[in-house]
C-alpha cells in the first residue's frame, strides 16, 4: 500500500475554544492531518505556541503592530494579515473566527471549491443569501462543527430524499445556565453567572448567547440556511443533559437522533474526516451512567431572543445581519459590564424596530447591514 497523504487543515481562529480543541483533535491523529496554516487575533503567544509545536506554511495574525513580532518569532513560516490566506494552501478550513469577522474565510473557502468545517454561526446567517451560490462551486462543502447542526447532518445521511422524507428538524437546547428561572429572577445575574454554562465549555460571546437562547435562534436561522428547511418546521426543545444533539423526524413517523456525551471534539473530527469517521471515540457513552433524557418546551416570553429569532428569520433579506450585529453589540456591553442581562434582548428588540427590509445582492450590501445593526444599537445604548 502507498503512502497515505495527510488533510491539509487551515484553522482560522486557532486559539478559540474551537480551534484549540482542533489541534487535540489533530493531536490524537498526528499521521492523518498536517495544519498548514494558523490564524488568530491577538492572542500572540499562544499563536507562536501553538505554530512551533504544528509548524505551519502560513500564519496569520490579525494586527499589523503584532505581525513582526510573530514573524521574528517563527522564522520557518509566512506571516500575514490577510487571514483569506489559510484558504489556498488547505484541504479543509476550519471556521473558528467569532463573530462577523468569520464571513471572508467563509466565502473564500466555498469560492476556492474547498471543504468548510464551520463553526462561526454569523457569517452564515448574516450573509445567507450571498453564501448560498457559492455552494454550488464544484467541490464546495459545507460541514457543520455546531454541535446541534452536526447531528442534523449525521441524521440526514439516513435519508436518500431529503426533500421528500423529511418533516420536520428539531434542535435541542440545554436551557443554559438559567433554565427554569423567571424574568424577575434574572434582573440581578452576573457576568459570571452568564458565562457558567452547566455543560459545554465555549467562548464568552457564544455562552452569554447560550444564557440569552440567542445562540439557539441563531442556529434555527442556521439550520434554515443549511438544510433548506421552512422555519415551521424547525423546532426547538430543551434537553438540559445535552445528550442528544438535535434530531430528524421524517414524513413515516421516525425520528433519528445523534447522541453523545458533551464534547465538541466529536462534531470536530466529523467535519475533519468527512465523509469518513474517526477512529477516536469522543463523547462515547457509557449506557449504565445515563439516568435519564428529558425534554421541553422553551420558555420564550422569557428567553425573547428566540422568539426574535424566529421572527427575524422569516423576514429574511438583510435582516439576519442587522440583528446579528445588534446581538453582538448588546453582549459586548453586557460582558463589559454596562448593562444588565435582561438589557440584551431589550436591546436586540428595539434595534429591529429600527430595521428597514432589504435584500442583499452582494457583500457589500451585508457589511452595510451589519454596520447599521452596530450603530443602531450603539446609540440606543447611549440613550
Not at 85 to 98: F, H, I, K, S, Y
Not at 126 to 139: D, E, F, N, S, Y
Amino acid at each position: 500500500m502507498g503512502e497515505i497523504t495527510p488533510v491539509r487543515v487551515a484553522i482560522a481562529g486557532s486559539t478559540g475554544s474551537i480551534g484549540t480543541q482542533t489541534l487535540d483533535v489533530i493531536r490524537a491523529d498526528p499521521n492523518h492531518f498536517r495544519v498548514v496554516a494558523l490564524a488568530a487575533g491577538s492572542s500572540v503567544a499562544q499563536l507562536i505556541e501553538q505554530a512551533n509545536e504544528f509548524r505551519p506554511e502560513i500564519v496569520v495574525v490579525s494586527r499589523e503592530e503584532l505581525c513582526q513580532q510573530v514573524a521574528a518569532a517563527l522564522p520557518f513560516a509566512h506571516v500575514t494579515t490577510s487571514l483569506i490566506d489559510v484558504v489556498e494552501v488547505a484541504d479543509v478550513v476550519v471556521n473558528a473566527v467569532v463573530g462577523f469577522a468569520g464571513l471572508p474565510v467563509t466565502l473564500e473557502t466555498l469560492r476556492a471549491g474547498k471543504r468548510l468545517a464551520l463553526a462561526n454561526k454569523e457569517s452564515l446567517i448574516a450573509a445567507g443569501p450571498i453564501v448560498q451560490p457559492l455552494r454550488h462551486t464544484p467541490g464546495a462543502l459545507i460541514v457543520p462543527v455546531d454541535s446541534e447542526h452536526c447531528a442534523i447532518h449525521q441524521c440526514l445521511r439516513s435519508s436518500e430524499d431529503t426533500q421528500r422524507e423529511v418533516h420536520r428538524l428539531v434542535l435541542t437546547a440545554s436551557g443554559g445556565p438559567f433554565r427554569g428561572k423567571t424574568r424577575a429572577e434574572l434582573a440581578e445575574v452576573t457576568v459570571a453567572n452568564a458565562l457558567a454554562h452547566p455543560t459545554w465549555s465555549m467562548g464568552p460571546k457564544i455562552t452569554v448567547d447560550s444564557s440569552t437562547l440567542m445562540n439557539k435562534g441563531l442556529e434555527v436561522i442556521e439550520a434554515h440556511e443549511l438544510f433548506g428547511t421552512s422555519y415551521d418546521s424547525i423546532d426547538v426543545v430543551v434537553h438540559p443533559q445535552s445528550v442528544v444533539h438535535s434530531m430528524v423526524e421524517f414524513t413515516d413517523g421516525s425520528t433519528i437522533a445523534q447522541l453523545s456525551m458533551p464534547d465538541m471534539r466529536l462534531p470536530i473530527s466529523y467535519a475533519l474526516d468527512y465523509p469518513h469517521r474517526s477512529p477516536n471515540a469522543f463523547g462515547a457513552i457509557s449506557w449504565r451512567n445515563v439516568k435519564e433524557l428529558t425534554f421541553s418546551e422553551p420558555d420564550v416570553t422569557t428567553f425573547r431572543c428566540l422568539a426574535i429569532a424566529y421572527e427575524v428569520g422569516r423576514m429574511g433579506g438583510t435582516a439576519p445581519a442587522f440583528m446579528s450585529a445588534a446581538n453582538e453589540i448588546a453582549v459586548e456591553a453586557f460582558l463589559a459590564g454596562s448593562i444588565s442581562w435582561l438589557a440584551i434582548a431589550d436591546t436586540v428588540d428595539a434595534v429591529m424596530q429600527k430595521y428597514s427590509a432589504e435584500t442583499p445582492t452582494c457583500v457589500e450590501d451585508i457589511l452595510n447591514a451589519d454596520a447599521r445593526g452596530r450603530e443602531a444599537a450603539k446609540k440606543w445604548l447611549a440613550q
